[in-house]
């Protein structure tokens, strides 16, 4: 599936303009806006594994690829993906280059932030019955581009920054919520994941993701049957409860040994494996190569991003 933009090209050549003036050779940027940061590629990466945390990010020039489940989809300049849960993807930036770098703005949230304007706003958008994973890909409105370039001029300017800011994030959820895919937006974001009890389970396992779990832990966490947790929590995250936990374990054990703070076997054991061929096989079946390896190569690709961190 292939998304096409409809954003004006004015304001995204305003908005690269703006971040151009930022130090940013590749990877993340973090501004002095804490909710903000900027993204550049100056080439294709590779297909990596990994969590989207809560957030939506707005590409602003080049093209991004993601597979959620089992759907596949690019998208590019003008385009935006959203997630409000810690929600397992692969992708890849699959267009790049020196001359005209991948760029994307990412502005993180949380849903009682979304909830919040919701309420406060009134807004009544068309509720859907069937429940739909926590990751989507939309169209970005040229009211929300402009809010964006007003956060870019102010980063310069601390004290202001601060003051200012937090309304313009608020406005930011009011533009998508109120924009052409805003029904989309407050149902995927808001509506399944808090109404289904789905929520309190993902955080749930998040938070103890290298315990020993059970389903049924997992689903009194979420107050409903085995049975309809793994529906609920599979048409959301695309993954069984236990797949989920899995992934966060082995993130987070990619995370360590990319740090150097473990070896091996510590890490596997530190995430919540009792037996390192397990882990083994497990890391080298979501990864590609076995442990040492992967990190090996992850240090030879300087354009390569692993997620920081599986906690909360």
Avoid: W
């Avoid at 703005?105 to 406060?120: K, N």
């Avoid at 109404?195 to 059970?214: D, M, P, Q, W």
């Avoid at 374990?249 to 530190?270: K, M, N, Y």
């Amino acid at each position: 599936m292939i998304f096409h933009s409809k954003a004006p090209n004015s304001v995204l050549n305003r908005l690269l303009h703006l971040i151009s003036q930022f130090s940013i050779t590749h990877g993340t940027f973090e501004t002095n806006i804490p909710f903000l940061s900027l993204l550049r590629e100056v080439k294709p990466t590779v297909v990596e594994y990994g969590f989207l945390n809560p957030s939506i990010c707005i590409v602003i020039q080049g093209n991004k690829k993601v597979v959620i489940g089992k759907k596949s989809i690019e998208y590019g300049a003008g385009n935006y993906i959203a997630s409000s849960i810690d929600m397992p993807i692969k992708g890849q930036v699959s267009k790049a280059s020196p001359e005209t770098p991948y760029t994307a703005i990412r502005i993180a949230f949380t849903s009682e932030e979304i909830a919040s304007v919701v309420l406060e706003a009134n807004i009544i958008p068309a509720e859907v019955n069937h429940l739909r994973e926590g990751a989507f890909v939309g169209n970005i409105g040229r009211e929300v581009l402009m809010v964006l370039e007003r956060l870019l001029n102010l980063s310069s300017d601390s004290q202001a920054a601060a003051f200012l800011t937090p309304a313009m994030k608020r406005e930011i959820i009011y533009r998508l919520l109120t924009g052409e895919d805003g029904e989309m937006f407050y149902n995927n974001m808001l509506l399944h994941h808090e109404a289904s009890g789905v929520s309190k389970a993902i955080h749930y396992v998040k938070a103890n993701f290298e315990r020993s779990l059970t389903v049924d832990q997992i689903a009194r966490v979420g107050n409903m049957s085995v049975s309809t947790l793994h529906h609920k929590f599979k048409a959301i995250t695309t993954l069984t409860p236990i797949q989920y936990q899995k992934q966060l374990r082995l993130q987070e054990a990619r995370r360590i040994l990319l740090s150097g703070g473990a070896d091996v076997t510590r890490a596997a054991f530190q995430v919540g494996y009792e037996s390192l061929t397990q882990f083994n096989r497990e890391y080298k079946r979501l990864f590609g190569l076995p442990p040492l390896k992967d990190i090996q190569a992850i240090r030879t690709k300087p354009n390569v991003n692993v997620k920081q961190s599986t906690r909360p």
